[in-house]
Each structure stands twice: as structure tokens, then as C-alpha cells.
């Protein structure tokens, strides 16, 4: 069953390219209302526990490293069907692969550095959500 949140991340890489203010105006203009969000840097450690899902994948040191690096900025973004409209929205990984106009097309240097998080699941975005803001930090 379809949620009508899902989570994101605007990545170190996107917020040293000042690329903030862009891509929120592409979740705005996409339907999205953001409900919450901050703006802060992630520890190796928080980093780490985010991510654990990938602990065991070769790529999860690099991972953990680069979203350490500098400050992300963290959202939850509503809208009827959020999954899956903003995975359309960001485009695919690859940004050579991402469909014209994607903020991964529009904003992301490479595979690794990709602008954006966007949550996989509607369980994923509940737990991403969680993991970065209260209830009482939703708005």
C-alpha cells in the first residue's frame, strides 16, 4: 500500500555545487510539499547507521566517507504515490542514464556523487524520515 510521504537527501556534492535552491524548486514544481527539513552535516558515525543496510556491500567505506564530507540537506516530502513519483522525479543513479530533465540528469556529477537520496520504499521512508526527524518536526 502506497504511502504519501517518502525522504530525501540533498547530497554533499549538490550543496558545494550550490545546487540547493534548484533542486527544491524541481521537488516544488514536481507537486511536492515538504513537510520537514534540515539542513546539517553528518557524522562517519550517523552516516554509518543509515546507511547499514549496505554494510556489507564493497562500496559502504566510500559511501559512509563521502556523505561525512560536507553538509546534506534532509527532507520529508508528501504527495499521493511520493515514492515512486520522486524516484521518477530524480532520475536514475547514473546520471548518463537519467531520463532528461531529472534532477540526476540536471544536477549529478557521477554514480557515487548523484545529488540526491530518494527513498526505495515505503517502508524505507518511513524509516529514513524517522531517523532524521521527530513528529514533532513535521509539519
Do not use: W
Not at 21 to 36: D, S, W
Request: proline residues 4%.
Amino acid at each position: 500500500m502506497a504511502t504519501n510521504i517518502t525522504f530525501t537527501m540533498i547530497k554533499p556534492d549538490a550543496v558545494e555545487a550550490n545546487n540547493i535552491g534548484p533542486i527544491l524548486a524541481k521537488i516544488n514544481e514536481g507537486g511536492f510539499r515538504i513537510v520537514a527539513m534540515k539542513y546539517l552535516r553528518l557524522t562517519k558515525e550517523q552516516a554509518g547507521e543509515f546507511y547499514a543496510v549496505h554494510s556489507a556491500r564493497p562500496f559502504y567505506g566510500e559511501l559512509v566517507e563521502y556523505m561525512s564530507s560536507g553538509p546534506i540537506v534532509a527532507a520529508v516530502l508528501s504527495k499521493d504515490n511520493a515514492v515512486n513519483d520522486y524516484r521518477t522525479l530524480i532520475g536514475a543513479t547514473d546520471p548518463a542514464k537519467a531520463e532528461k530533465g531529472t534532477i540526476r540528469n540536471l544536477f549529478a556529477k557521477s554514480i557515487a556523487a548523484n545529488a540526491v537520496h530518494g527513498s526505495d520504499s515505503d517502508e524505507n521512508a518511513a524509516i529514513e524520515a524517522d531517523f532524521f526527524f521527530s513528529k514533532l518536526e513535521r509539519f
